[in-house]
């Protein structure tokens, strides 16, 4: 490698500067969840989930790329140090992402601007780190890069066309969606030279990354607490919002957390890669999804952030608070089924409890419309933990199994030690 550049090791874990970028995603994440509630209706849900896919993307390219060189060396850090103020400049100009319609198009050239530069700084540690990249290699790196940045430059823009506001409206989506699939549909297709150095780190990567975005609930309940009257039905909604992120968190961790570790460490080298790009890249942002519409949920909950008092009265969720509530855990836990499941190991252990509280959270939809708020968020609540639990029962022995051998491995590892193994696949 070349000089300034450090290159990952086996038993490498996440560095401080990998988490001090990662922390910026929870204030990412609140924004999303914002944006979301910012337009009545479906727009707004629309706006944040563009937002989400992108930020997603470019969390991930970081992802690959820390993979490779140590991201608390040298220039790796200073890349990293350098990306972290602008990713907090774009987080908080989310909200103006699409203002240009009814307002300036400066915010959302703004959004584009922070963008670009992200991805210029990806795109130069990239190729300062791999100079045996060649030819396709940089055309499939750059193409889509630039591309991506053409088109939401062109969403940006577009108000000044002075197109009617539907007709902005739709071009815009239309827009993001071509710079989002070019992305992801390259990452896919396109065969990039690409290694996973470190399964453990690779995979404690992501698991930062849940843990964040769990955490992104608790911080916007409690958030959204300060400005509300101390009640009982506050206090035992904001309960049952703290079970649910829990159990989702214990379904995540307790079991899959250890399978993906060990799935990519016996993995040999091109397989790992593709492990690595279906089960995580991209199967990982459904789950991310799934907790971000939770948070909506909880946002339109009444009595969390419209009126304290509305839990007395016995009021229900509205249809957006239903849906993105029971309709976010069920898509976590389907996501959360799909990554078992192309990891290959124990699929029947643990799939068909997260598919069945999947189906019973879908079918339960139209009589929440029925229950009171505060009965809708306990049968969730009560979902999630009876998931969780049954989960725990008829794994045990998988889970110690798996537990042991990754404990005798991390224990046979020398203290220092490169990984010589290299693969290709159709990634970021």
């Not at 070349?2 to 290159?7: C, D, H, I, L, N």
């Not at 992104?216 to 009982?232: C, D, K, P, R, W």
């Not at 009876?386 to 224990?411: C, D, K, N, Y």
Request: charged share 15%; net charge positive.
């Amino acid at each position: 490698m070349r000089p300034g550049v450090w290159r990952i090791s086996e038993h490498s874990r996440v560095s401080t500067a990998e988490l001090f970028f990662d922390v910026v995603f929870v204030f990412a994440f609140i924004q999303v969840t914002t944006l979301m509630t910012a337009d009545k209706g479906g727009l707004g849900i629309a706006h944040g989930l563009l937002v989400l896919v992108l930020l997603w993307w470019l969390w991930s390219l970081f992802a690959w790329l820390s993979n490779r060189v140590r991201g608390n060396y040298g220039l790796a850090r200073l890349t990293l140090l350098a990306a972290t103020p602008v990713m907090f400049v774009l987080a908080a100009i989310t909200l103006d992402a699409f203002r240009g319609v009814t307002g300036s198009v400066a915010p959302p050239l703004g959004f584009v601007a922070c963008y670009a530069t992200v991805r210029l700084l990806y795109l130069g540690l990239r190729w300062y780190a791999t100079p045996s990249l060649r030819g396709r290699e940089i055309a499939s790196l750059t193409v889509p890069a630039f591309a991506a940045i053409g088109l939401l430059l062109g969403a940006a823009l577009l108000p000044l066309a002075g197109l009617a506001s539907a007709a902005t409206l739709a071009g815009q989506i239309a827009l993001w969606v071509l710079a989002i699939s070019i992305d992801y549909g390259v990452g896919m297709v396109l065969p990039v030279s690409r290694q996973i150095f470190s399964a453990r780190h690779w995979a404690e990567r992501h698991n930062l990354i849940i843990i964040l975005a769990l955490g992104e609930v608790l911080v916007s309940i409690g958030v959204t607490g300060q400005y509300l009257h101390a009640t009982a039905s506050f206090f035992i909604a904001s309960a049952l919002a703290a079970v649910i992120t829990g159990s989702l968190e214990w379904i995540y961790f307790d079991l899959s957390a250890l399978v993906g570790e060990h799935a990519l460490r016996t993995a040999d080298p091109h397989h790992r890669v593709r492990l690595g790009r279906d089960a995580y890249t991209y199967l990982h942002l459904p789950m991310i999804a799934g907790i971000i519409l939770l948070s909506l949920g909880l946002k339109h909950t009444p009595g969390l952030i419209e009126d304290v008092h509305s839990y007395n009265r016995g009021e229900p969720l509205d249809r957006t608070g239903r849906y993105a509530m029971y309709g976010g855990v069920a898509l976590f836990l389907l996501a959360h089924a799909a990554f078992h499941a192309r990891l290959g190991h124990g699929i029947l252990i643990v799939i068909w409890p997260r598919l069945a509280a999947a189906a019973l959270l879908l079918g339960l939809l139209p009589v929440t419309a029925r229950l009171p708020a505060l009965q809708t968020l306990a049968c969730l609540a009560g979902v999630c933990l009876v998931t969780a639990g049954t989960e725990f029962l008829i794994s045990r022995r998988h889970r110690w199994r798996l537990r042991q051998t990754l404990f005798e491995e991390a224990e046979g590892e020398p203290t220092a030690r490169g990984n010589s193994d290299s693969g290709g696949g159709a990634v970021p």
